[in-house]
């Protein structure tokens, strides 16, 4: 079974991309949905969230508006919460894994918004990076409900710039053409990776 590593920075068209992979009959892990799990009312991360930081607990669950100003507050905190977070999401790709292989699948794909920066791409056969123009991609993000040019910039601090993230890949989708000549390009690479 293959594995792929799916990233590219905000706004270039990643989870639209990770859809085309499940489409293709490639189950698709998400770490971002993996944390919504743990951050979920009763998740496995509410109560040490809740033990240092109680105010960002609402209803049983992670408020991650709140969780997001004491990382800011703090780039301490998020080192610490991620040293429990990463272990948690490792131990759900496991399982996805073992799924994925006894059902006969013959790759998986993990969407992984920091693959690079965490140094995900050592633990999967091919790394497959999506990409769009910076206009396109700002046009993208800045239509986002509630997002602001500072809050954009905030994010893209935190992420491999684009055109690094591209040097690095095994695999460049561009996003920036329509759907069908990305769900085009997603075919092909797929085809590669599996021959």
Same mark, same amino acid.
């Given at each position: 079974?293959?594995?792929?590593?799916?990233?590219?920075?905000?706004?270039?068209?990643?989870?639209?991309?990770? =859809?085309?992979?499940?489409?293709?009959?490639?189950?698709?892990?998400?770490?971002?949905?993996?944390?919504?799990?743990?951050?979920?009312?009763?998740?496995?991360?509410?109560?040490?969230?809740?033990?240092?930081? +109680?105010?960002?607990?609402?209803?049983?669950?992670?408020?991650?508006?709140?969780?997001?100003?004491?990382?800011?507050?703090? $780039?301490?905190?998020?080192?610490?919460?991620?040293?429990?977070?990463? $272990?948690?999401?490792?131990?759900?790709?496991?399982?996805?894994?073992?799924?994925?292989?006894?059902?006969?699948?013959?790759?998986?794909?993990?969407?992984?918004?920091?693959?690079?920066?965490?140094?995900?791409?050592?633990?999967?056969?091919?790394?497959?990076?999506?990409?769009? +123009?910076?206009?396109? =991609?700002?046009?993208?993000?800045?239509?986002? +409900?509630?997002?602001?040019?500072?809050?954009?910039?905030?994010?893209?601090?935190? =992420?491999?710039?684009?055109?690094?993230?591209?040097?690095?890949?095994?695999?460049?989708?561009?996003?920036?053409?329509?759907?069908?000549?990305?769900?085009?390009?997603?075919?092909?690479?797929?085809?590669?990776?599996?021959?």
């Amino acid at each position: 079974m293959k594995t792929i590593g799916l990233t590219g920075s905000i706004g270039m068209g990643k989870s639209t991309t990770a =859809q085309m992979f499940l489409e293709a009959g490639c189950p698709v892990f998400d770490a971002d949905a993996a944390v919504h799990r743990l951050y979920a009312k009763d998740g496995r991360a509410v109560p040490l969230i809740r033990a240092v930081f +109680p105010d960002a607990i609402v209803d049983g669950a992670v408020d991650r508006k709140r969780l997001g100003e004491h990382m800011r507050a703090d $780039p301490l905190n998020l080192e610490i919460l991620e040293s429990f977070i990463h $272990p948690w999401v490792r131990d759900l790709r496991a399982e996805f894994m073992k799924t994925a292989k006894a059902r006969g699948a013959k790759a998986v794909v993990f969407d992984t918004p920091l693959l690079f920066e965490t140094g995900g791409e050592k633990h999967v056969d091919a790394t497959v990076v999506v990409t769009a +123009p910076i206009a396109v =991609q700002r046009a993208r993000v800045m239509a986002r +409900p509630g997002m602001t040019e500072a809050l954009f910039k905030m994010i893209l601090s935190k =992420q491999m710039p684009d055109r690094e993230k591209r040097k690095r890949a095994d695999y460049i989708l561009h996003t920036d053409k329509g759907m069908e000549a990305a769900r085009a390009e997603a075919s092909a690479v797929l085809k590669r990776i599996l021959a």
